[in-house]
């Protein structure tokens, strides 16, 4: 199983991007399909969720600007990210949790400046 996260960049606060989370491999038993950020000399911090019920949860520090979804048929995640904020930049990563095990994402760089 591998995930590729991509999409992250440079804009100006009040931009927007959309992070897109790749999966290859057979993927079975999810628990959840995560966003996660880590913002220089900042701990990992949760983002966004899909849990396995489908339920769409983010942050409270994000909520009304981000939202995660995901399209099966591409076997691919996203993260739209709107009214970005410089409190916003990050390593942004995904990852989903199964019962398996947990994978991970190599992280892509959201920069967004003032």
């Known amino acids: 199983v591998q995930l590729q996260a991509s999409g992250g960049g440079l804009v100006e606060a009040g931009g927007s991007l959309r992070l897109s989370c790749a999966t290859s491999g057979r993927i079975i038993g999810i628990k959840a399909m995560r966003w996660y950020r880590q913002a220089p000399d900042k701990e990992r911090e949760w983002v966004a969720a899909?849990?396995?019920?489908?339920?769409?949860n983010v942050a409270d520090s994000v909520k009304g600007r981000f939202t995660i979804s995901r399209d099966i048929a591409k076997k691919t995640m996203y993260l739209q990210m709107n009214t970005l904020e410089p409190e916003d930049t990050a390593v942004y990563y995904c990852?989903?949790?199964?019962?398996?095990?947990?994978?991970w994402g190599q992280g892509t760089l959201v920069t967004v400046s003032s």
């Open positions: 899909i849990t396995g019920t489908s339920n769409f």
């Open positions: 990852n989903i949790d199964t019962v398996y095990g947990s994978y």
